[in-house]
């Protein structure tokens, strides 16, 4: 039931998405793996990219159970990323590379040199050696260095060869890359690897442990409206973070379709992305409305301090309307005027129809083409086949336009040949008025 539920709004996410988009999905165990088999039916098994298993406890709770610490973070493209032959790069998927950690920079010291620390600053110390044997062509590789400390001439130890030409070896021993040991007197010097010369970024790994735990995001949620989450599993801002910061850049749009506490929307607020939240829950008023109010405001919980955030920006709230559509795909009879007329106008313009529009047949120009709508007796005449329908008279009636004319309507009594001299393209309600 759950999933026949999922699937059409998988196959509309899926048309919302960039075509170098992303979606990434949170949930546990009990659905994932039936999950996924829809989403590679929606998105494609070819674009499918990674199963991220997230730490959200901490440890397992003292229930004598086998009990799962983790959630399932699947993740697809909407365009093919992984590629039949080789693996690609994550630039090459579109996505961001994570910060250096401080663990993969502590790998980099200033260490002790007879001449005193290189002005190059932090290294990490890199073997010049390397297997000789097995075969190896390596008679060029087998040559003597000299020390610049002792006057000496250093061979590679028996059995091993340098993992450089002599020109290169040389170069880095001209340059300063060798290191030779606190007193210069090591047997073999190791290359340096400089701090300022490593790679800025690195892959995403597919366990995200300590990280974020959901302990922290109920603390966060507490913190904001001193009472407990709505949900019992709220999402952690960092975990949030984190994804967007792989995914998305400054500027981007992010969609999260089931907004829950409203965490996606005020992390990407944060974060200098432009986002979408859609929530069917009272919630919506009860805290996910507020929640966004206090981070315009400038609330410093979740990741505020990380990304240096003060405040600003703002959003709109909007409630959705009685559904034009029923469930055969007709129009539904309570529909007013004014709803169908809006609807009509974004369908055509891809633009929302302004409040304060009059209430005519005439919705509005765009791009030199007049919108008409005839529905629901907007002329006057409410008979069933009244003023829904274009006659001669009904035309002769409507606001003038010297341009190409859209008209929609139950019916028209014109033929082609006087549509086509009227300048007029007739769509007829319900069948013209389509649900994208």
């Given at each position: 039931?759950?999933?026949?539920?999922?699937?059409?709004?998988?196959?509309?996410?899926?048309?919302?998405?960039?075509?170098?988009?992303?979606?990434?999905?949170?949930?546990?165990?009990?659905?994932a793996?039936?999950?996924?088999?829809?989403?590679?039916?929606?998105?494609?098994?070819r674009?499918?990219?990674?199963?991220?298993?997230?730490?959200?406890?901490?440890?397992?709770?003292?229930?004598r159970?086998?009990?799962?610490?983790?959630?399932?973070?699947?993740?697809?493209?909407?365009?093919?990323?992984?590629?039949?032959?080789?693996?690609?790069?994550?630039?090459?998927?579109?996505?961001?590379?994570?910060?250096?950690?401080?663990?993969?920079?502590?790998?980099?010291?200033?260490?002790?040199?007879?001449?005193?620390?290189?002005?190059?600053?932090?290294?990490?110390?890199?073997?010049?050696?390397?297997?000789?044997?097995?075969?190896?062509?390596?008679?060029?590789?087998?040559?003597?260095?000299?020390?610049?400390?002792?006057?000496?001439?250093?061979?590679?130890?028996?059995?091993?060869?340098?993992?450089?030409?002599?020109?290169?070896?040389?170069?880095l021993?001209?340059?300063?890359?060798?290191y030779?040991?606190?007193?210069g007197?090591?047997?073999?010097?190791?290359?340096?690897?400089?701090?300022?010369?490593?790679?800025?970024?690195?892959?995403?790994?597919?366990?995200?442990?300590?990280?974020?735990?959901n302990?922290?995001?109920?603390?966060?949620?507490?913190?904001?409206?001193?009472?407990?989450?709505?949900?019992?599993?709220?999402?952690?801002e960092?975990?949030?973070?984190?994804?967007?910061?792989?995914?998305?850049?400054?500027?981007?749009?992010?969609?999260?379709?089931?907004?829950?506490?409203?965490?996606?929307?005020?992390?990407?607020?944060?974060?200098?992305?432009?986002?979408?939240?859609?929530?069917?829950?009272?919630?919506?008023?009860?805290?996910?409305?507020?929640?966004?109010?206090?981070?315009?405001?400038?609330?410093?919980?979740?990741?505020?301090?990380?990304?240096?955030?003060?405040?600003?920006?703002?959003?709109?709230?909007?409630?959705?309307?009685?559904?034009?559509?029923?469930?055969?795909?007709?129009?539904?009879?309570?529909?007013?005027?004014?709803?169908?007329?809006?609807?009509?106008?974004?369908?055509?313009?891809?633009?929302?129809?302004?409040?304060?529009?009059?209430?005519?047949?005439?919705?509005?120009?765009?791009a030199?083409?007049?919108?008409?709508?005839?529905?629901?007796?907007?002329?006057?005449?409410?008979?069933?086949?009244?003023?829904?329908?274009?006659?001669?008279?009904?035309?002769?009636?409507?606001?003038?336009?010297?341009?190409?004319?859209?008209?929609?309507?139950?019916?028209?009594?014109?033929?082609?040949?006087?549509?086509?001299?009227?300048?007029?393209?007739?769509?007829?309600?319900?069948?013209?008025?389509?649900?994208?």
């Amino acid at each position: 039931m759950w999933l026949s539920m999922m699937y059409p709004r998988l196959e509309l996410l899926r048309e919302l998405l960039a075509e170098d988009g992303s979606i990434w999905v949170s949930i546990d165990d009990n659905e994932a793996h039936y999950l996924k088999v829809v989403l590679d039916e929606v998105f494609g098994r070819r674009n499918f990219i990674l199963d991220i298993s997230w730490q959200k406890r901490d440890g397992a709770p003292n229930d004598r159970t086998i009990a799962s610490v983790h959630e399932h973070v699947l993740v697809w493209g909407k365009a093919a990323r992984q590629g039949k032959e080789s693996k690609k790069t994550v630039a090459e998927q579109g996505f961001n590379l994570m910060p250096r950690s401080e663990k993969a920079n502590a790998q980099y010291r200033i260490f002790e040199e007879p001449d005193g620390p290189d002005i190059n600053g932090a290294f990490r110390k890199i073997d010049t050696t390397a297997n000789g044997k097995g075969g190896r062509h390596v008679d060029s590789l087998v040559y003597p260095i000299r020390n610049p400390y002792t006057g000496e001439d250093v061979w590679p130890r028996k059995g091993t060869c340098w993992r450089h030409k002599k020109d290169e070896m040389q170069r880095l021993q001209d340059e300063g890359r060798l290191y030779w040991g606190v007193k210069g007197t090591a047997k073999t010097p190791m290359r340096k690897l400089y701090l300022s010369e490593a790679k800025q970024g690195m892959t995403t790994p597919s366990i995200w442990a300590g990280l974020a735990l959901n302990q922290h995001a109920s603390r966060e949620i507490e913190l904001l409206f001193g009472e407990k989450a709505a949900f019992e599993t709220p999402k952690p801002e960092h975990l949030i973070q984190r994804v967007l910061h792989i995914a998305t850049n400054p500027g981007d749009l992010v969609l999260d379709s089931f907004l829950g506490s409203g965490t996606t929307a005020a992390v990407a607020h944060k974060m200098g992305r432009r986002w979408i939240g859609i929530e069917m829950g009272e919630h919506a008023v009860t805290h996910c409305q507020p929640r966004l109010a206090q981070v315009v405001a400038g609330e410093q919980g979740g990741i505020s301090k990380a990304v240096g955030w003060q405040g600003g920006g703002g959003f709109r709230f909007y409630r959705l309307g009685a559904t034009a559509f029923d469930a055969d795909g007709h129009i539904h009879a309570d529909i007013d005027f004014a709803t169908l007329a809006s609807y009509v106008w974004f369908l055509e313009t891809g633009a929302p129809r302004p409040t304060t529009a009059a209430k005519s047949p005439l919705l509005g120009v765009h791009a030199g083409t007049a919108y008409y709508l005839l529905y629901n007796g907007i002329l006057g005449d409410r008979r069933p086949q009244g003023g829904n329908v274009l006659t001669g008279p009904v035309l002769a009636g409507l606001p003038p336009h010297d341009g190409p004319r859209i008209v929609y309507g139950e019916s028209t009594r014109l033929g082609p040949q006087r549509l086509t001299a009227e300048g007029i393209t007739f769509k007829q309600i319900p069948y013209d008025v389509r649900s994208r």
